[in-house]
T-cell receptor
Framework: DAKTTQPNSMESNEEEPVHLPCNHS???????IHWYRQLPSQGPEYVIH???SNVNNRMASLAIAEDRKSSTLILHRATLRDAAVYYC??????????FGKGTKLSVIP | EAQVTQNPRYLITVTGKKLTVTCSQN?????MSWYRQDPGLGLRQIYY???????DKGDVPEGYKVSRKEKRNFPLILESPSPNQTSLYFC?????????????FGEGSRLTVL
């Protein structure tokens, strides 16, 4: 399986934008890029996914590099509720999603 | 409300005493999966099922069994639990057809094996 590399942790101030990076240099042409997050004491929840083009939804934006070897999850305005572990995952059709250790995002009031 | 329901949420048991963790989804999803989460190791997939009567091993299937007799249910069976199966377990489901969509997770079942 193609792997992803994320920083172990990041910090952001409340109400500021957050850019969470993910490297996936061995991504295949059929791999989608998925982002999930896990709030404390909860199960993971879907954030966003994309294939080639940038994507936006009510939670976040996903910026995908032209060569698809990296991507960035953008939270436009961090709130305390956004403090979570964020997972960047590759999957062709997302049947098999292998979760790594993710990035622990801390939001400072 | 769309949801994945796991039971029990918390369980303390002893080595060797068979137990079943149930998982049920109300979204008519074909695909269901079990994960375990351990500190420092992230989420690891145990078993998954693409549809009724179709199951396959994930990354860490040893010591576990599953069955998929009905579309909505995907129980995880520990025939002879051991302390190394103490973990936080998550069930998940999604539709299997068409472009990839959201994987819905349950709230988790925390299992302690003494």
């Amino acid at each position: 399986d193609a792997k992803t590399t994320q920083p172990n942790s990041m910090e952001s101030n409340e109400e500021e934008p957050v850019h969470l990076p993910c490297n996936h240099s061995t991504i295949s042409g059929t791999d989608y890029i998925h982002w999930y997050r896990q709030l404390p004491s909860q199960g993971p929840e879907y954030v966003i996914h994309g294939l080639t083009s940038n994507v936006n939804n009510r939670m976040a934006s996903l910026a995908i590099a032209e060569d698809r070897k990296s991507s960035t999850l953008i939270l436009h305005r961090a709130t305390l509720r956004d403090a979570a572990v964020y997972y960047c995952i590759l999957g062709a059709g997302s049947y098999q999603l292998t979760f790594g250790k993710g990035t622990k995002l801390s939001v400072i009031p | 409300e769309a949801q994945v329901t796991q039971n029990p949420r918390y369980l303390i048991t002893v080595t060797g005493k068979k137990l079943t963790v149930t998982c049920s989804q109300n979204m008519n999803h074909e695909y269901m999966s079990w994960y375990r989460q351990d500190p420092g190791l992230g989420l690891r997939q145990i078993y998954y099922s693409m549809n009724v009567e179709v199951t396959d091993k994930g990354d860490v299937p040893e010591g576990y069994k599953v069955s998929r007799k009905e579309k909505r249910n995907f129980p995880l069976i520990l025939e002879s639990p051991s302390p190394n199966q103490t973990s936080l377990y998550f069930c998940a489901s999604r539709r299997a057809k068409g472009p990839p969509g959201e994987l819905f997770f349950g709230e988790g079942s925390r299992l302690t094996v003494l």
